[in-house]
């Protein structure tokens, strides 16, 4: 049981590169999230999916394409990376319809956009 | 707007110490507090709180709401060095998002 698993660890891209962040989860959870974690402002919700096929903007969507792939799997998009995305990405999993609001964290992805 | 202001912002102790973390929010049809340790990497789940006044315990660690105040606080006692972290408060609300504090630091010297 691996819980919540993201690829890759870290990554560099130029200015206006694409590239997608991967996520999968084995606790079948029907929701999951994508965050973004900057230096003193907490997570911030970037996008989320409340079961499988739907999938709703979060705090900060803008230039970021989501999909959820099976109840396993959600990835991130950045289609033109800024340097304003630089950050650490966390991808989280939770039992939404249970009413148990924990979400599990997978271990996160360093980006640094140049 | 939902919001969640969690404070000190970082916080420097010695070891034995005792501490206490304080989140507040403003939230439409509060559904639950949370709180999360996180060290290097992801955050672990430490807390969730739903009742007022009923308090949490797990180890050294304790958390209770206050839904009166719209608050919470965290205490940790005996602090040692392995408490060293980031601690993060979130609230739930009707939208049933989970909406993050900026985190408190904590430092835990020997």
């Known amino acids: 049981n691996a819980g919540v698993t993201q690829t890759p660890k870290f990554q560099v891209l130029k200015t206006g590169q694409s590239m997608t962040l991967q996520c999968a989860q084995d606790m079948n959870h029907n929701s999951m999230y994508w965050y973004r974690q900057d230096p003193g402002m907490g997570l911030r919700l970037i996008y989320y999916s409340a079961s499988e096929g739907t999938t709703d903007k979060g705090e900060v969507p803008n230039g970021y394409n989501v999909s959820r792939l099976n109840k396993r799997e959600f990835s991130l998009r950045l289609e033109s990376a800024a340097p304003s995305q630089t950050s650490v990405y966390f991808c989280a999993s939770s039992f939404w319809s249970r009413g148990a609001d924990t979400q599990y964290f997978g271990p996160g992805t360093r980006l640094t956009v140049l | ?110």
């Open chain 2, 1 to 110: 707007e939902d919001k969640v202001v969690q404070s000190p912002l970082s916080l420097v102790v010695h070891e034995g110490d005792t501490v206490t973390l304080n989140c507040s929010y403003e939230v439409t049809n509060f559904r639950s507090l949370l709180w999360y340790k996180q060290e290097k990497k992801a955050p672990t789940f430490l807390f969730m709180l739903t009742s007022s006044g009923i308090e949490k315990k797990s180890g050294r660690l304790s958390s209770i709401l206050d839904k009166k105040e719209l608050s919470s606080i965290l205490n940790i006692t005996a602090t040692q060095t392995g408490d060293s972290a980031i601690y993060l408060c979130a609230v739930v609300g009707n939208t049933g998002k989970l909406i993050f504090g900026q985190g408190t630091t904590l430092q835990v010297k020997p």
